[in-house]
Every structure is written in structure tokens, then in C-alpha cells.
DNA sequence: TATTTATTGAGTCAATATGACACAATAATA
DNA sequence: TATTATTGTGTCATATTGACTCAATAAATA
């Protein structure tokens, strides 16, 4: 599909929204991003808001469109307002090497706010689509990413400072990690999230207390050590802690 | 200031903010909220994003406009984006009560999405001022709300949410409460963000554990019982926690 | 002036949760 | 068969929580 083609006027002016898609594998979190087209950057998923679409809506959209998936988490943590954010140097040669012509290089050239969603999707389901503006789409180590358009390092970064909130009052995992798993890997996430190792016997006995967990038959297999035992959601109560929240403070 | 001397070509198009402002007094949470013109419906203080003026900023513009104060917290914490939130049947008479010219009339059809933000202020130091929209400016109690215009009770509910989440790894207090006060009152808010009674003693024993407050020589007086003493927030360990958060999960 | 009332400051105590470990069990590999 | 890495389970001292008690006291009232 050629980004000429695209009618600008059906979207809301000077508003996008982008979207910190996390995945994990390898016992890693991961960022999806697209790759632009001056070889250069990266930049994340997002898109603008069609002028009768909900501003969730849209998010959803540019998850469905990059990764094909529905009903994930997605969440907005922030907007990004600042009048300088999208309009740094640096777009001129980013611009050239997109090939526009008037109407739509007007447009790029707005000042544009910009909402912020994570979605946490499962890394085996998603087969990454790039879209109109990049060459491709790629899984990021979320500490090892490269470099990034405008403030989209800034928006990953304020990504995971809300999920590091958020962590706090609710559940995280579903979504993010297969139907069933080995406990080692949600306490990766959790230490990936926070930034810092945590106790293995005590993040385990944490976990199993708050009851969202079910202890599986099967076995995972294939390394040389003691084989984990697997655990799956209980949805139920999932939903439950999501909504009602966790670890209140009083 | 007669509204239509407004330029909204200064504006961003479709954008707004509205901030929902929460003061402290008479052991009750308030709201300041603004008299429509229609004399039916009351609004939260809002405004528009000037095109170079980033959107925290112009939070902060409507929170000094309606309060004269400055540095007070101000936090985004949510967008409202459905496309049908601003184009309720009830507009129209309210459009008539405004007496608008055309292209403000325009200006006000328009689809708004709307940047949430929710601040804390010292209620003693506000002398609520009235925009050009509106006839006054008044405190309301959180439990006794008037009738509101658009989405606005989802935004001030919205606002309390986003509060009570943020209660369990964040101190408040500061700004709410006068330099000196007791812990009762501390207590009060708490108990109105989280919506039940709390124990006193053990309230009392959890927020002197955290090394926010320091006690006060001074009693306060002029009720029937023991008079209780004073606290003041320890501004640096106050910000400390703010930052670094408390009662984290792990 | 003595009594009543409301509310505070301080504390108890059992139950629960947390942080820091120890150690045997076991799946592959050497 | 021994080695290695990692798991399941458990211990234990300490800290925190929830549900209480009760004497102290400022003003109102009798």
C-alpha cells in the first residue's frame, strides 16, 4: 500500500496515538518496532484517529493491524503533549526518504500530541506486519534497543515506569506468556519490569498465595535440571485482581 | 472577557483539557467545579492546548486561571477520546445560553477529546474565579454533585479511581492539607478516596511508620475532647517518597 | 463546680506476611 | 556414575496487620 494513497482527512489533526507492544521470549521482554525508511530508525507502532473512532479504538486498530491480535491487555498510560516532540531535526531526512507528496507532507509536518497504550500480546502468536511507513517489523530486548524516532525511546521508557506502577495493583502474565508456563518465567517479567532480581522461593510463594494460579499435570522438559512444574491462569480470578486490585495498602 | 473575542485559531482543533480540582475542608473532599450559562448544568475548569504550549502546560494555565495558584500537584491521568463524548442533545440549549457568533459556534461543534488531569489543592488558599463560559466558580462536595455537562461525573469518577490506585505507592496529603494539621484529617482523605472507614489507631501507626510527618509542638483546639496534636509533612522524605514509591509488591 | 461526652494517645496481642536462607530432589550431560 | 544447574519444599527470626482496650482530656452541661 503506498502512504499516498492515504486520505489525511479523515483522521483528527495533530492527534496520534502510539502503542509499546511487549512480548516475551527467551526469558526476555521484548518491544515490537518498525523500521523506517531512511535505514536509520526505529519507530513504534502507532497511527491517527479516524474522525468518528474512539481514541481506544484507534490503539486497537494499530494492534490488530500490526500483529493481527484482538482482546489483548491495552492500556493507555500517558500522553505525550510537548510542541517539540515530533518535529526535531532530524524528520527532514526521515521525510525525504518517505516520498510524500504536498498534502501528506504537510501533514507529517504538524505538531502532533500523541496518546500512549501498552499492550502485552503473546510473542508466539504474533507474526509482526509492517505498516505503510516502515520496511520492517521486528522484537526488540528491551534493553537493548535501537535507535528511535522523535521521543519514542522516552515513551517505552514511561511504558514501563507505568507497568512498574502498575505491578503493584494488579496481576500481569496473561497474555504476555503462553496457556502454561513455568513460574521462573513470570518472575522474568517481574524482574525485568522492576528492574532487579527478586528471591525465587519467596516471589513463588507470593505468587501462589494471591490464588490466580493453577498447578498443571504436565512437565516442561528439555533442559539439564530438575523439571518445573507448569501453571496456567485462573481467568476467573485474573479478571477479579485486575479490577479489585492487589496489596492495598490499607 | 466576552467569549467571542476568544481566537480559537490559536488553538489545537479537537483538543482539550479538563482538570478536576480537589480541595479539602470541612472534613470532606470537594471539587471546584463552573455554573454553565444555561443555569442547569456545571462543568469541570477545562481549556484548549495553544499550538505551541504543551498540554501539561496548559493544565497548569486553567489550574492558575480558575485558582490562582501555581506548583500544586497536577497529574494526567487519563484520556477521554469517544468520539460522541462532547455531542450530547444537550448541548444545544447550551450553545443557545452562550450566544456565540459563527465561527465559535463552529468551534464548540466540534469532536473534543479530552486530556484528564486531577490536582490537589489547599482549599483555604483558592478564591475560586469563573471563566468566560461560566457564571461561578464553587466547591462541591465528591458525594453531593450537581447536574454536569458531557462526560464530566465519568471524569471526576475517573479521577478518584485513578487516585485510589495511586494512594497505595504514592503519599497525598500535600497541598490538601494546611502547613499544620491532624491526623484525623489525613485520615478523612483517605477514607473519602477509598471509600471506607478506616482503623484509626492502625491508620495512625502506618503513616508515622512511613517518616513523613513530623509532630508539631503546637495543639490544636476548640473542640469537646482531647485535643490531638499536630503534624507537618517532611517535604524530603514526602518527595522521596513520591518518586521511589511505597509498599511495593515485591 | 462536678459530671458527661466525644475523641485522642498509647498500647496489647494473636495472626499473618516478609526476607534471608538451607537442602534434598532430579533431568540432562560429562 | 559423578557433575551441574535448577527446582520443590521448608525453616526461622523479624516485621506488619487487624482487631481491639483503656486511660487522658477539652469543652459542654447539669
Redesign the interface.
Known amino acids: 500500500m503506498d502512504i499516498n494513497n492515504v486520505d489525511t482527512s479523515l483522521f ?4 496520534s496515538v502510539d502503542n509499546v507492544i511487549f512480548g516475551f521470549h527467551d526469558n526476555q521482554l521484548k518491544v515490537l518496532l518498525l523500521a523506517c525508511k531512511d535505514h536509520k530508525h526505529w519507530m513504534l507502532p502507532g497511527g491517527y ?1 479516524l ?6 479504538a ?1 490503539a486497537e486498530r494499530v494492534l490488530l493491524d500490526r500483529t493481527s491480535l484482538k482482546k489483548v491487555y491495552l492500556q ?1 498510560f ?2 505525550f ?3 517539540r516532540r515530533s518535529r526535531e531535526s532530524l524528520i527532514k531526512g526521515l521525510m525525504k526518504s518517505m516520498d510524500l507528496d504536498t498534502e501528506l507532507h504537510k501533514w507529517f509536518l504538524q ?1 502532533f ?1 500523541t ?1 500512549g497504550y501498552y499492550s502485552l500480546v503473546e510473542f508466539e502468536k504474533v507474526t509482526p506486519v509492517p505498516d505503510p511507513l516502515s520496511l520492517s517489523c521486528d522484537w526488540f530486548d528491551i534493553d537493548k534497543l535501537p535507535l528511535l524516532i522523535f521521543d519514542h525511546k522516552t515513551i517505552i521508557h514511561g511504558a514501563l515506569t507505568a507497568m512498574r ?1 502498575h ?3 494488579q496481576p500481569i502474565g496473561l497474555n504476555l506468556l503462553p496457556a502454561h508456563f513455568p513460574l521462573k518465567s513470570l518472575q522474568s517479567i ?1 524482574e525485568t519490569i ?1 528492574g532487579r532480581k ?1 528471591d525465587r522461593p ?2 513463588n510463594r ?1 505468587m501462589l498465595s494471591l490464588g490466580v494460579l493453577t498447578k498443571k499435570e504436565k512437565l516442561y522438559t528439555g533442559a539439564a535440571h530438575k523439571a518445573p512444574f507448569l501453571y496456567s491462569f485462573n481467568k476467573k480470578v485474573y479478571y477479579r485482581l485486575l479490577k479489585e ?6
Do not use: C, H, T, W
Open positions: 483528527m489533526p495533530g492527534l484517529i474522525k468518528e473512532e474512539s481514541v481506544d484507534a493507555e500517558s500522553v503533549g510537548d510542541p505538531r500530541i496518546v506502577q505491578l503493584n495493583y517481574y522492576l527478586l519467596n516471589f507470593k486490585g492487589i496489596n492495598e495498602m490499607f
